[in-house]
């Protein structure tokens, strides 16, 4: 004659855990690719558009790149450290942003 033990409160839940974990890991495994896949967006690879702002700037067009208003060289968004807040520009260097100064007739510093 064998004996039944019966289950505990506890020992219902962890089995249902377990019952559950079986039977939808596949289609977990899918939703969580799923959803990672939304979390990182694609870097755009044209033009960006921005707002240029005092110490900082708003996208608002996406993009990887703008243009240097005074060489046209194509600057990362990652690299962009000068801007004109006035003239909404971007420069490369800052040899560009005194060139840029000196053709508006500005002082320089």
Same mark, same amino acid.
């Given at each position: 004659?064998?004996?039944?033990?019966? !289950?505990?409160?506890?020992?219902?839940?962890?089995?249902?855990?377990? %019952?559950?974990? !079986?039977?939808? %890991?596949?289609?977990?495994?899918?939703?969580?690719?799923?959803?990672?896949?939304? $979390?990182? #967006?694609?870097?755009? !690879?044209?033009?960006?558009?921005?707002? &240029?702002?005092?110490?900082?700037?708003?996208?608002?067009?996406?993009?990887? #790149?703008?243009?240097?208003?005074?060489?046209?060289? %194509?600057?990362? !968004?990652?690299? @962009?450290? &000068?801007?004109?807040?006035? @003239?909404? $520009?971007? &420069?490369?260097?800052?040899?560009?942003? @005194?060139?840029?100064?000196?053709?508006?007739?500005?002082?320089?510093?």
């Amino acid at each position: 004659m064998t004996r039944t033990r019966a !289950l505990t409160p506890a020992m219902r839940t962890s089995f249902a855990r377990r %019952a559950l974990a !079986l039977c939808f %890991a596949p289609l977990l495994r899918t939703f969580r690719n799923v959803m990672n896949r939304f $979390e990182r #967006f694609p870097e755009p !690879l044209g033009e960006a558009e921005l707002r &240029y702002l005092d110490g900082e700037f708003r996208i608002v067009r996406p993009g990887s #790149f703008v243009r240097c208003a005074v060489t046209g060289q %194509a600057i990362p !968004l990652d690299d @962009l450290r &000068y801007w004109s807040v006035d @003239l909404q $520009e971007a &420069y490369a260097t800052p040899e560009a942003v @005194l060139t840029r100064m000196q053709e508006r007739g500005r002082p320089m510093p």
